[in-house]
């Protein structure tokens, strides 16, 4: 979608002052930051600029109780990506149709985690006792509706939510029970909450196939798989044991964290209640 636009000359880039790229760069020199490939050999700041490239930041408005000013919907970055954005290190998931014009993943495993948290909550909590890892028993056909390995889920830019198969409901209740009773069961209905409950609930995990050279440096990023060792002790076993023909997890592969507060939507007709 974004790549017809800027195709179609809806948005350009220009030297004047003022400019578009020109903010930006005023930008991060106002905050200190300069491109690490930035030559600046010649006495002139040059700002780093593919214009091949860009990135999205997803995003979304926070809870009641964290609201603030700002924007808090994400970011569209045009040529490249702005590293004053980043919490944690870029890790590289493979593409499965670089050239196809859609931005296709091969989704490897989902999990689980019971009791909230983003990414580096999770990695940097001491806590692990009251925190129960739980791998919905989905075969890799299901997570990414075909058998395929050349097809996968589409990274979507145009759509307003996350949409999981049909095939995976069951699989999904089942890791829902398990992490929080028989009695729960995850549904679309508005129920009234806190925000503090919402957060308690458990993070869905996804492990998404690596782009291995493009990881090669990124080792010991958070993302990385290899920083998750429940994940891949888990995906061993279940390999050696062939139980369920689930797929094995390599160390190169990415892993996103969900939190609760990114798939509970705060109902902005009667506020409270959470969807």
Not at 77 to 102: E, F, I, Q, R
Request: charge should be negative.
């Amino acid at each position: 979608m974004f790549r017809t636009q800027l195709e179609d000359g809806i948005m350009g880039m220009d030297n004047r002052k003022g400019s578009f790229w020109m903010q930006l760069h005023e930008h991060y020199k106002q905050n200190g930051y300069v491109p690490p490939s930035q030559d600046d050999s010649d006495g002139e700041d040059e700002p780093d600029f593919d214009p091949a490239q860009f990135s999205l930041c997803f995003n979304r408005k926070p809870l009641t109780d964290e609201l603030r000013t700002g924007v808090g919907s994400g970011a569209l970055t045009l040529g490249g990506a702005d590293h004053m954005m980043h919490k944690t290190p870029m890790v590289y998931a493979a593409n499965l149709s670089p050239t196809g014009g859609w931005y296709p993943v091969r989704i490897k495993a989902m999990f689980l985690k019971t009791g909230g948290g983003n990414l580096t909550e999770l990695q940097t909590s001491q806590d692990t006792k009251t925190s129960e890892l739980i791998r919905v028993s989905a075969k890799e056909e299901v997570l990414n509706g075909s058998p395929s390995l050349d097809h996968g889920v589409i990274i979507d830019s145009g759509t307003t939510d996350t949409y999981l198969p049909s095939l995976l409901k069951e699989p999904f209740q089942e890791a829902w029970k398990h992490a929080l009773g028989d009695d729960q069961v995850y549904n679309n209905n508005l129920m009234e909450m806190s925000a503090d409950e919402v957060k308690a609930l458990p993070t869905i995990m996804l492990v998404l196939q690596g782009h291995e050279l493009g990881n090669i440096h990124n080792a010991d990023a958070i993302g990385m798989a290899k920083q998750h060792q429940d994940m891949l002790k888990q995906g061993r076993r279940r390999t050696e044991e062939a139980r369920d023909g689930l797929p094995a997890i390599s160390a190169t592969d990415v892993v996103i964290a969900v939190p609760p507060e990114h798939y509970f939507e705060e109902s902005s007709s009667e506020p409270g209640r959470f969807v």
